[in-house]
């Protein structure tokens, strides 16, 4: 995959998990600069740094919570400073606070909203303004499987994550006449600190369901992201592409 000379690359949620496979494999596609967003782990967040120098790209760990919209403009504001462009931005971050509708709080649902739906909201209407300057980037949002079919017990998760999927496919036509494209990766079941402690019964369960039968890894999820966001995916906007083992068509 090719396009990343001298690109500057913006993950967030990219002290783990999917976010630091994305951050990493930007760098191995020869991205110049990785943008390493965290919450809180700043160690976390330097061993990103450190894997994604590893890779051949420069690093750097910014710190700001993605449900602060204030933060996140004066975020992309400071990277284009710093770095005269933004040109890929991965919004990753997330969180999920299950439990059953009827036992809901205002406070759990709304957290939801905040980080996973509001935060990739306020990111792409920062990003958008210095990447229509350039005439051109790339917004990948990391939706759900659960967005697309629903989960019982997860209702605020998946209606954030379904309502990223109306956002994406809202703003690839917004932008689309600036050379901007704008897609979404829905991973299912996949190896990371969110899945690890599933208890065995219920992970035999899991895999049941899955054609390809076993979990997938941030690695392949990465592929999906830095592919949307390559040349090789000029031509693609507006699209949701899953990597989630055949579990959900």
Known sequence: ????????????????????????????????????????????????VKLVQEAG????????????????????ESLVKTHGRLDVLVNNAGVS??????????????????????????LIRAASRPMMKQRGGAIINLTSIVGESGNAGQAAYSASKAGLIGLTKSVA?????????????????????????????????????????????????ANAVVFLASDSAAYITGEVLKVNGGMYM
């Open 97 to 122: 606070v299950d439990g059953l509708v009827m036992r809901l709080k205002d406070e759990d649902w709304d957290k939801q909203m905040d980080t996973n739906l509001k935060g990739s909201f306020a």
């Open 173 to 221: 036509k917004e932008l689309a006449s600036r050379n901007i494209r704008v897609n979404a990766v829905s991973p299912g079941f996949i190896g990371t600190d969110m899945t690890a402690g599933i208890n065995d019964e219920l992970r035999k369960k899991m895999l049941e369901n899955i054609p390809l039968a076993r979990l997938g890894t941030p690695e392949e999820v």
């Open 57 to 76: 790209a420069k690093a750097e760990a910014v710190k700001f919570d993605v449900a602060d919209t204030a933060a996140c403009a004066a975020a992309v």
């Open 1 to 48: 995959m090719s396009g990343f000379k001298d690109k500057v690359v913006l993950v967030t949620g990219g002290s783990r998990g999917i976010g630091r496979a994305c951050a990493v494999a930007f760098a191995k596609a020869g991205a110049a600069v990785v943008v390493v967003n965290y919450a809180g782990n700043e160690a976390a967040a330097q061993e990103s």
